[in-house]
Structure formats: structure tokens, C-alpha cells
């Protein structure tokens, strides 16, 4: 998640922002540009908040139409279609390909050769992986081999994206491109359940809304991933025999996810570029209706539905055009406007990214019990029960910011 790869180091990295006076407009390739972290802060905060608890609350005012619009946006879609929740972990695989080369860059200015590099790449795919794992298992009474994990889905990946890092533009697009249509080939061409099939078997209820026609190719546990699962999940040690992952969600993933970093990796090669910033902007700008666009059409032509839960071609392309459109936001605020003083609890944020991620995993159930055991059990009842979920998340997360913001002012940036 964090594109400067280094151990721990008690100095400010070398890939901190970089303030340009308002009003400029291109930034030298060699620095990076201060959105980079504001737009990783922002994601993490917003993964991290749990929502604030939204689409709980929502649930108390179900004739409100304003409040269902917003508790849908907290929460995933159940199977087809998008919300800004579901746009939390491609933002992360899409900064992941932005960040990228920066990194090269400096290990290069550093000498570092290649087979170095590709050694530490491969080696940084390996922990993250085994990181995921260990948060996966954290609360259970034997190690979790699963993989759906976002640090997992980084970890594959990121070897071949390092490689294809060194590949030209045009030779990088149509790897992504080639990527997306062979796993839609895969899904298109497995066999599909038998008429009588019985759904329960797999996990999936009997008012399930399930697709019709072509689409069905997509379908919920009885698709090309799942069944890969079914035999790859129970090759590890397990208490039982895993038979289907209860929200539908699949290891091989990450390959049209390695799609989604590519799409990041072309724009951080653009910001990278000697363009001027408003004609990088320019650019993003298209390419994120671009992608919105085409990958709605292909969903309307009957091709793919769009489901992030098992990463579908048309959601790779769909939801890496609205994170561009993101990244173009930051960029155009931060670095082209010059407002960064507003950016400051973001950037805090987005130099210990991995550092936030585990603090959120790991503690926020202590967290929340520490302010029960010290302020009373009904602390975060204040204003009423049904606000209850919205402070104990808000109050979580700024624990949380606070610890990385005692961080930062040491110096304290911890990296795979």
C-alpha cells in the first residue's frame, strides 16, 4: 500500500510531499507531488472510519430517502453494482500502480540494479501476503489461508506490476486490456450450475436476486474463481473443508485487480511526465469518464455485470475511471491550486499507511472497550442509541489519527 518500500526509518522519507508555490503549473519529474499522500490519507481515513457507522444509522430512518442514499454509499453492494465503499479497495490497487514509479526511480538514483530491485519486489509481495494472512487469522484458533484480503490481492501482484513498470506505454495498456479479456474469457467459458442446482450449497440465500442470461457466467459462488478456490483453499490446513466464501469473494482476484494497478501505474507515469499540469489533468480527467463510460456500456451490453466482489473486467475498468477522477481532484486542489494546508491530517495519514491498517484491524475493538472501561458503558450513547455506531467510530479514528500523528512528529514511517 505504501509505494516507497523501506523498513523503519526515523527521518522524514524521501518520498514526502513536496510543496509547490500556488499557482504552478508542472512539477519536475523527479519530485513527487504532495496529492499522492493527501489522496492515500483520505482513503485510508475513509476505510479506517468504518463508514462513521452511516449505514447502521440509516436503518432507523428507512423512509428517509436522503439517509438510505448515504447508508448505501457506507456499505458494499451485495453482489452487482457500485458505492463509494466498493471504491475503497481499487483506490487502494490504483495508488499502489501511481506510486510506482517514484519508487524505481529513487532505488535507481540509489544504483540499485534491476535484479535487486525485482529481489526486493518479490520479497515485499511475499510479506504483504503473509501480513494479510496474519490479520485474516488474528482471532482465530489456527492460521486463515485465505487471500481476499487487500494486502494479500497487492501482495500477488505486485511482482508482475514491478515488471511491467519497465514495459512501454502502449505495451503496458494492452497488458491490462489483455488481462481483463482473458479472465472474461475464463468466467464466459466455465460451465454453468445445472437448472436444479441447489443454491444453498453455496452459500447463497433463496431471495437471492440472481442474474439471468449471459451474466449468470458471474454468478454468485458457482463461477470460474470460485471453483478455482474449491480446490486451491484445500490444498492449506483447515478446520473444515471450505466449500464457498461467504460474501462470494475470490483468490484470483488479484489478476484482473493486477488490471486496476496498471491503470495506476500509466497515471503515475503521466504526473511523472514533463507535460505541464494542466494538461496532465486534462488527460486524467478523460481517462476517468473514459472509464466510467465503457465500463457501464459493457455492463449494458449484457458482456459482464459489474461486481466488485469477484473484481469483473467491466468493474476493473468502471471503477479505475472514477478513481482516476479522484486522483485528478487531488492533484488539482493540492498541487495545480496549491491548497495544501487543508491536506495536512491526510498526509499524516498517508506516510504510515501500513502502520494505520494493522492499528485498525488489530485495536479498534480494544479501543472502543478502553472508552467504555474508563468514561462509562454508555459513552458513546450521549445523543441516543441509534447514534451509538457513529461515535464509536469516530471516536476510534481519531485514536487512531492521534497515534499516527505522534508518529509523524518523531519521524516514525514504518514500510514493507
Same mark, same amino acid.
Given at each position: 500500500m505504501n509505494p516507497e518500500p523501506e523498513s523503519i526509518e526515523g527521518r522524514v522519507p524521501e518520498h514526502a510531499p513536496v510543496f509547490q508555490h500556488a499557482g504552478s503549473t508542472a512539477v519536475p519529474s523527479g519530485q513527487r507531488l504532495a496529492s499522492l499522500d493527501a489522496f492515500r490519507g483520505a482513503i485510508m481515513l475513509l476505510m479506517a472510519s468504518a463508514g462513521f457507522g452511516v449505514s447502521q444509522v440509516a436503518k432507523n430512518f428507512p423512509a428517509n430517502p436522503v439517509w438510505q442514499f448515504f447508508g448505501m454509499q457506507c456499505d458494499h453492494a451485495a453482489w452487482a453494482g457500485c458505492s463509494l465503499w466498493d471504491l475503497i479497495q481499487p483506490a487502494f490497487m490504483f495508488m499502489v500502480g501511481v506510486a510506482l514509479p517514484w519508487s524505481v526511480a529513487n532505488r535507481q538514483a540509489r544504483g540499485q540494479s534491476f535484479g535487486v530491485m525485482f529481489g526486493h519486489a518479490m520479497i515485499r509481495g511475499l510479506m504483504l501476503v503473509l501480513l494479510a494472512v496474519f490479520l485474516t487469522s488474528a482471532w482465530s484458533k489456527q492460521t486463515e489461508w485465505v487471500f481476499t484480503n487487500v494486502l494479500a490481492q497487492i501482495g500477488l501482484g505486485y511482482p508482475f506490476l514491478f515488471l511491467i513498470a519497465f514495459a512501454k506505454p502502449r505495451t503496458q495498456w494492452f497488458l491490462a486490456f489483455g488481462i481483463l479479456t482473458a479472465y472474461w474469457l475464463a468466467f464466459a467459458l466455465f460451465p454453468l450450475p445445472a437448472p436444479d442446482f441447489n443454491w444453498k450449497t453455496v452459500g447463497v440465500p433463496e431471495d437471492w436476486p440472481h442474474f439471468t442470461g449471459f451474466a449468470v457466467h458471474w454468478?454468485? $459462488? %458457482? $463461477?470460474?474463481? /470460485? /471453483?478455482?478456490?474449491? *480446490?486451491?483453499?484445500?490444498?492449506?490446513? %483447515? /478446520?473444515?473443508?471450505?466449500? #464457498?466464501?461467504?460474501?462470494? #469473494? $475470490?483468490?484470483?482476484?488479484?489478476?484482473?485487480?493486477?488490471? %486496476? =494497478?496498471?491503470?495506476?501505474?500509466?497515471?503515475?507515469?503521466?504526473?511523472?511526465?514533463?507535460?505541464? =499540469?494542466?494538461? !496532465?489533468? !486534462?488527460?486524467? @480527467? @478523460? /481517462?476517468?469518464?473514459?472509464?466510467?463510460?465503457?465500463?457501464?456500456?459493457?455492463?449494458?451490453?449484457?458482456?459482464?455485470?459489474?461486481?466488485?466482489?469477484?473484481?469483473?473486467?467491466? *468493474?476493473a475498468i468502471y471503477s479505475a475511471g472514477f478513481v482516476t477522477l479522484f486522483l485528478a481532484g487531488f492533484v488539482a486542489v493540492v498541487d495545480w491550486r496549491g491548497c495544501k494546508r487543508w491536506a495536512f491530517p491526510l498526509v499524516v495519514v498517508g506516510l504510515n499507511p501500513i502502520t494505520l491498517y494493522c492499528l485498525w484491524q488489530l485495536s479498534g475493538g480494544f479501543i472502543r472497550s478502553q472508552f467504555k472501561t474508563h468514561l462509562g458503558q454508555d459513552t458513546f450513547a450521549v445523543f441516543g442509541p441509534m447514534w451509538v455506531p457513529a461515535f464509536e467510530r469516530g471516536s476510534t479514528l481519531l485514536i487512531l489519527w492521534l497515534i499516527l500523528f505522534w508518529m509523524y512528529r518523531r519521524k516514525i514511517f514504518l514500510r514493507i
Open positions: 454468478e454468485k $459462488n %458457482t $463461477n470460474f474463481a /470460485a /471453483a478455482f478456490d474449491l *480446490w486451491f483453499l484445500n490444498l492449506f490446513p %483447515t /478446520a473444515s473443508t471450505f466449500t #464457498y466464501n461467504a460474501g462470494g #469473494y $475470490n483468490t484470483l482476484s488479484f489478476i484482473p485487480s493486477l488490471a %486496476t =494497478m496498471i491503470f495506476g501505474l500509466l497515471a503515475g507515469q503521466l504526473l511523472r511526465s514533463n507535460l505541464s =499540469m494542466t494538461d !496532465k489533468l !486534462k488527460r486524467l @480527467v @478523460v /481517462a476517468g469518464i473514459i472509464g466510467v463510460v465503457l465500463g457501464k456500456a459493457i455492463e449494458l451490453a449484457g458482456l459482464c455485470p459489474i461486481v466488485k466482489r469477484i473484481w469483473t473486467p467491466s *468493474w
